[in-house]
C-alpha cells in the first residue's frame, strides 16, 4: 500500500512541475498604472551592402518623374510583394557603398543613415531639377525571428521601427515552451555581432538596447528549463507504470 502511495505521490509531482506557471507566460509583470519607465531611443540604422532602398523623384513634370521612377515603384513598398519584386524594382546598395541612379550617377549611402542619404541624394537631384523632392525608404528591414515562438521565420517591416513586442506578435507569439525572461537578440554590426539578452517578463525590457530591433537582427527565443522533462514524461510514466506493475506482481507472487 505504501508502495502505491508512493508512486502516486511521485506521478502527481511530475504532472505539477510540468506544468508552466502563470507567470511564465506574462509579459512586463511589474509594471502597472502608475510605474514609470523609461523607453528607448530607436536606433539610427546606418545602410549597408546588400541593402534596397525605395527612391522616388517627385517634381511637376511628370514626365521627368516617370523617366527617374520605375512605373511599378510606387507599388512595390507593400506587404503584398515579394522578395524578388523588391530586388528588382529597389535601388541595392553595391558593395562599395554605392547606388546607381537614372540620370543622377551613383551615390554613396554606405555607412549612412536614411536622412542623410536622402540628403545626399536631394544634393545631387537639385543640380539637374529645381524644383524636384526625394523620397528614400528602406525597402530591404527583415527580421528574422527562431526558437520557440509558433510561427518561426523571417518577417518583413515596412515602418521606420520595429520593436521586439511587435516582432513576437508577427510569429503568432510566444509558445508555451518559451522562455519570456531569456530572449536573446543577435545583431550584425561593422565590428560584429552584438547580442541583447532581454527579459520580457520585467519592465527593464523597455529601456533595453535591444527592445528596437534594427533590419538583419536575428531574435532567438530558449525553451523553458522543463521542456525536455515535459518530452520525457511518457517514458517517465511508462518507467513508473512498469515498477508498479512489478511491485504488484511481486506482492502477489509473495503471498503464495
Known amino acids: 500500500?505504501?508502495?502505491?502511495?508512493?508512486?502516486?505521490?511521485i506521478l502527481i509531482s511530475i504532472v505539477f512541475a510540468s506544468c508552466n506557471r502563470r507567470s511564465q507566460l506574462l509579459y512586463m509583470q511589474n509594471i502597472d498604472e502608475t510605474t514609470e519607465v523609461p523607453f528607448a531611443i530607436p536606433p539610427a540604422y546606418k545602410l549597408g551592402a546588400g541593402d534596397i532602398l525605395y527612391i522616388q523623384l517627385v517634381t511637376?513634370?511628370?514626365?521627368i518623374s516617370m523617366a527617374f521612377n520605375n512605373p511599378t515603384g510606387a507599388q512595390y513598398m507593400t506587404r503584398?510583394?515579394?522578395?524578388?519584386?523588391?530586388?528588382?524594382?529597389?535601388?541595392?546598395?553595391?558593395?562599395?557603398g554605392f547606388v546607381q541612379l537614372p540620370f543622377l550617377g551613383e551615390a554613396q549611402v554606405k555607412g549612412l543613415t536614411l536622412d542623410e542619404a536622402r540628403s545626399i541624394i536631394q544634393q545631387k537631384t537639385n543640380a539637374?531639377?529645381?524644383?524636384?523632392?526625394?523620397?528614400?525608404?528602406?525597402?530591404?528591414f527583415k527580421v528574422t525571428v527562431v526558437g520557440e515562438v509558433r510561427r518561426p521565420g523571417v518577417i518583413r517591416?515596412?515602418?521606420?521601427?520595429?520593436?521586439?513586442?511587435?516582432?513576437?506578435?508577427?510569429?503568432?507569439?510566444?509558445?508555451?515552451?518559451?522562455?519570456?525572461?531569456?530572449?536573446l537578440v543577435v545583431r550584425p554590426t561593422s565590428e560584429g555581432n552584438k547580442t541583447y539578452r532581454l527579459n520580457l517578463?520585467?519592465?527593464?525590457?523597455?529601456?533595453?538596447?535591444?527592445f528596437y530591433l534594427l533590419p538583419n537582427d536575428v531574435?532567438?527565443?530558449?525553451?523553458?528549463?522543463?521542456?525536455?522533462?515535459?518530452?520525457n514524461i511518457p517514458y517517465i510514466t511508462?518507467?513508473?507504470?512498469?515498477?508498479s506493475t512489478l511491485i504488484l506482481l511481486y506482492n502477489f507472487i509473495t503471498k503464495l
Open 60 to 63: 511637376h513634370s511628370p514626365e
Open 1 to 9: 500500500m505504501k508502495n502505491k502511495l508512493l508512486i502516486t505521490l
Open 80 to 96: 503584398a510583394q515579394d522578395e524578388s519584386s523588391l530586388y528588382l524594382n529597389g535601388y541595392t546598395v553595391d558593395p562599395d
Open 201 to 210: 517578463a520585467d519592465k527593464s525590457v523597455l529601456a533595453s538596447g535591444g
Open 128 to 140: 539637374l531639377y529645381k524644383d524636384a523632392s526625394v523620397i528614400v525608404k528602406l525597402a530591404s
Open 238 to 243: 511508462l518507467t513508473f507504470t512498469s515498477i
Open 157 to 183: 517591416n515596412f515602418n521606420d521601427n520595429l520593436n521586439i513586442f511587435e516582432a513576437i506578435a508577427a510569429v503568432g507569439d510566444i509558445s508555451e515552451n518559451g522562455d519570456r525572461q531569456k530572449v
Open 219 to 231: 531574435v532567438i527565443v530558449e525553451p523553458i528549463g522543463n521542456k525536455v522533462f515535459q518530452m
